[in-house]
Structure formats: structure tokens, C-alpha cells
């Protein structure tokens, strides 16, 4: 399971615990609701830290593996990349056959 959904689910299920522990108060729904949203958010901060640094670190080597590839595709389109191509006919001058 990657670290997102494991950090998602945790932040899912926290906040369900704590609206669980609020209802019996008596307190309106939405008031309930926003603070269990604040207290859960507190709360993940601390309990779930290492979840979230394993998601940091993923999305980071995703956003890496993406400006490589990037990178290569660019130099590939400007022609600086002959190493992945394959050798063909050679393409007449830009400015057409000469006579």
C-alpha cells in the first residue's frame, strides 16, 4: 500500500475516532464536525509523522523520476539525444535537394 493511501486512511480514521468521542456532547453537528476536524488535524500531526515524511519522500522521488524524464525528453526533441535513435536514411538539408 503506498505511504498516500496509508497517510489518507489515518487521517480518515482519526477523524471518525474523535467524532465518535464527541457525540454524545451536546453541541450542534456542524460545530462537532469542525472540531473534530481541528482536533483530528492536531492529532496527525503528531501520531502520523511518519507516515506523512514516507509520503514526502515518495512524492519527492516521483517529482525526480519526472524532471529526468522531462529533461530527456527535451534534449531527445532538440536533437541532442543520438544515443536512443535508431540509425535511418539520412533526411536532405533543411533547404531542400541542391541541383
Avoid at 486512511?9 to 450542534?28: H, K, M, Q, S, T
Avoid at 453537528?29 to 473534530?36: G, S
Amino acid at each position: 500500500m503506498s505511504a498516500a493511501v496509508k497517510y489518507t486512511l489515518g487521517r480518515i480514521g482519526l477523524f471518525a475516532v474523535v467524532l465518535l468521542a464527541l457525540w454524545p456532547v451536546e453541541l450542534n453537528i456542524f460545530i462537532k464536525l469542525m472540531v473534530a476536524l481541528a482536533f483530528s488535524a492536531a492529532l496527525s500531526f503528531f501520531l502520523l509523522r511518519g507516515w506523512r515524511d514516507e509520503m514526502a519522500e515518495e512524492m519527492a522521488v516521483a517529482a525526480d523520476r519526472r524532471q529526468t524524464e522531462k529533461e530527456r525528453l527535451r534534449s531527445a526533441l532538440a536533437g541532442d539525444d543520438q544515443t536512443d535513435a535508431a540509425p535511418g536514411p539520412e533526411a536532405p538539408p533543411a533547404d531542400g535537394p541542391r541541383r
